[in-house]
């Protein structure tokens, strides 16, 4: 795995564009259904640093990331990309990864990640490179309704690697993935951290890499 | 450009399975069509003068079948939050994807018009011009009803609520549309009823992208 990984390394993270090398959140307060979820929110991260945001179900770890994606207007507060016009920097700087992935259950993986990898701005031929990276390659011609959860959602973290981007906003991406993949899927964080970028994940467990860690008060 | 293409290319294909896609919605046009004169009678002079507003009506009713699931099923898988993500406008992805979905079942529709329209005993040269007028309607029927599915999203039941939210949308090119058949089958000038559902159908190109994505923009926050 930590050599099939390998195959998608030194491809140059941040040669693109709009290079965010920060993310800052400061004072946020998000409203949801009438109910203010936090308030006073502060998080700074810089290239290659990861934050694992913990918190009770429901304490806004989704909304909070979905508000950096700018799916989610902010009550108060503001997000800041490091000087990077926000617009731009979320059209071609983050990736999101949710529990909703935007698979079509009746598309073929490779249909479904190549599709996801050109919206992003990446070359179809990073595609089998990140396959392989995910140990997809099998995979890729099953409709994406016979995959179970995991590979599922490995067909979606896929995207991470074939269309590089600096920011990884990602939710919960550990928890529909086996043991083997959480490690797996650590070595390529790491690797990620390592040239550059930057995680942002909403987790319960720890984050099996270096990370600081924000916890939302319910 | 080519992530567009992309887009177009994915809609395009998930609107020819959506809801059993073109099959579907001509055979859902045809059925309409055969009930038609079961309901009103078989006298050929009768069924001939309603022909062109009988194809007309199956057509919109046929338009509105696989439109609850225009955007409702990108908004439940996350699709919808990922497109809006990217730097292209999502006034331009709601574009692409109604034109996707004419092209998987306003087209293809367009083609069995004039087939239904001859059947229930409309004369054959009249065929062209209902093809024209079908084609036309479609784009309008495709884009109007975008604006009803976008702002259904998240309700449950949003089929029911889209087509009546939709419907009224639908009366201008059936007026129009029907019109110009009808002034064409009785010799009369039909060229303005044609210029006014081509000026609706572009009202609609341009103006529903608004709506839609305003619409989208609300489901979504």
């Given at each position: 795995?930590?050599?099939?990984?390998?195959?998608?390394?030194?491809?140059?993270?941040?040669?693109?564009?709009?290079?965010?090398?920060?993310?800052?959140?400061?004072?946020?307060?998000?409203?949801?259904?009438?109910?203010?979820?936090?308030?006073?929110?502060?998080?700074?991260?810089?290239?290659?640093?990861?934050?694992?945001?913990?918190?009770?179900?429901?304490?806004?770890?989704?909304?909070?990331?979905?508000?950096?994606?700018?799916?989610?207007?902010?009550?108060?507060?503001?997000?800041?990309?490091?000087?990077?016009?926000?617009?731009?920097?979320?059209?071609?700087?983050?990736?999101?990864?949710?529990?909703?992935?935007?698979?079509?259950?009746?598309?073929?993986?490779?249909?479904?990640?190549?599709?996801?990898?050109?919206?992003?701005?990446?070359?179809?031929?990073?595609?089998?490179?990140?396959?392989e990276a995910l140990d997809l390659t099998a995979l890729l011609d099953l409709?994406?309704?016979?995959?179970?959860?995991?590979?599922?959602r490995r067909v979606a973290l896929a995207r991470l690697l074939a269309a590089?981007?600096?920011?990884?906003?990602?939710?919960?991406?550990?928890?529909?993935?086996?043991?083997?993949?959480?490690?797996?899927?650590?070595?390529?964080?790491?690797?990620?951290?390592?040239?550059?970028?930057?995680?942002?994940?909403?987790?319960?467990?720890?984050?099996?890499?270096?990370?600081?860690?924000?916890?939302?008060?319910? | 450009?080519?992530?567009?293409?992309?887009?177009?290319?994915?809609?395009?294909?998930?609107?020819?399975?959506?809801?059993?896609?073109?099959?579907?919605?001509v055979g859902f046009y045809a059925g309409v069509a055969t009930l038609l004169?079961?309901?009103?009678?078989?006298?050929?002079?009768?069924?001939?003068?309603?022909?062109?507003?009988?194809?007309?009506?199956?057509?919109?009713?046929?338009?509105?079948?696989?439109?609850?699931?225009?955007?409702?099923?990108?908004?439940?898988?996350?699709?919808?939050?990922?497109?809006?993500?990217?730097?292209?406008?999502?006034?331009?992805?709601?574009?692409?994807?109604?034109?996707?979905?004419?092209?998987?079942?306003?087209?293809?529709?367009?083609?069995?018009?004039?087939?239904?329209?001859?059947?229930?005993?409309?004369?054959?040269?009249?065929?062209?011009?209902?093809?024209?007028?079908?084609?036309?309607?479609?784009?309008?029927?495709?884009?109007?009803?975008?604006?009803?599915?976008?702002?259904?999203?998240?309700?449950?039941?949003?089929?029911?609520?889209?087509?009546?939210?939709?419907?009224?949308?639908?009366?201008?090119?059936?007026?129009?549309?029907?019109?110009?058949?009808?002034?064409?089958?009785?010799?009369?000038?039909?060229?303005?009823?044609?210029?006014?559902?081509?000026?609706?159908?572009?009202?609609?190109?341009?103006?529903?992208?608004?709506?839609?994505?305003?619409?989208?923009?609300?489901?979504?926050?």
């Amino acid at each position: 795995m930590r050599g099939a990984a390998k195959a998608c390394s030194g491809r140059g993270l941040l040669n693109n564009q709009s290079q965010i090398t920060a993310l800052s959140i400061h004072a946020a307060a998000i409203r949801r259904g009438g109910r203010v979820l936090f308030q006073g929110l502060d998080l700074a991260l810089a290239a290659g640093e990861a934050c694992a945001l913990t918190g009770a179900n429901g304490s806004g770890k989704t909304s909070l990331l979905r508000a950096v994606a700018g799916l989610v207007r902010l009550e108060a507060g503001e997000i800041s990309f490091g000087g990077v016009d926000p617009a731009e920097a979320r059209g071609d700087g983050l990736h999101l990864v949710g529990h909703a992935d935007g698979l079509k259950a009746a598309r073929t993986a490779r249909e479904e990640l190549t599709f996801w990898t050109r919206w992003c701005g990446g070359r179809t031929a990073t595609v089998a490179a990140a396959a392989e990276a995910l140990d997809l390659t099998a995979l890729l011609d099953l409709e994406v309704r016979r995959l179970s959860a995991g590979q599922r959602r490995r067909v979606a973290l896929a995207r991470l690697l074939a269309a590089p981007r600096p920011l990884w906003l990602l939710d919960e991406p550990l928890s529909p993935l086996d043991a083997r993949w959480r490690e797996g899927f650590a070595v390529l964080m790491t690797r990620h951290l390592d040239d550059g970028g930057m995680i942002l994940a909403a987790v319960h467990d720890p984050l099996p890499i270096a990370a600081k860690s924000l916890d939302i008060a319910g | 450009m080519s992530r567009l293409a992309a887009l177009l290319a994915r809609e395009t294909a998930l609107a020819w399975g959506r809801g059993g896609g073109p099959l579907v919605a001509v055979g859902f046009y045809a059925g309409v069509a055969t009930l038609l004169p079961l309901a009103i009678g078989p006298e050929p002079e009768r069924l001939a003068a309603i022909a062109p507003g009988a194809a007309w009506v199956a057509l919109a009713l046929a338009s509105l079948l696989s439109l609850e699931r225009l955007f409702e099923r990108d908004y439940e898988d996350g699709a919808l939050d990922l497109l809006s993500l990217s730097s292209a406008p999502l006034e331009l992805i709601c574009f692409i994807k109604c034109l996707g979905q004419w092209l998987a079942t306003g087209a293809p529709l367009a083609l069995a018009a004039p087939v239904a329209a001859i059947a229930l005993g409309a004369r054959p040269e009249l065929a062209p011009l209902i093809f024209a007028t079908a084609l036309l309607g479609g784009v309008a029927f495709a884009f109007t009803g975008g604006i009803g599915a976008a702002l259904s999203l998240g309700a449950r039941r949003g089929g029911l609520l889209t087509a009546v939210i939709v419907l009224p949308l639908f009366v201008p090119p059936v007026i129009f549309g029907g019109g110009a058949l009808d002034a064409f089958a009785g010799g009369l000038p039909w060229r303005s009823g044609f210029a006014l559902l081509g000026a609706y159908a572009a009202m609609a190109v341009a103006l529903g992208p608004l709506a839609m994505a305003a619409a989208c923009r609300n489901a979504l926050s």
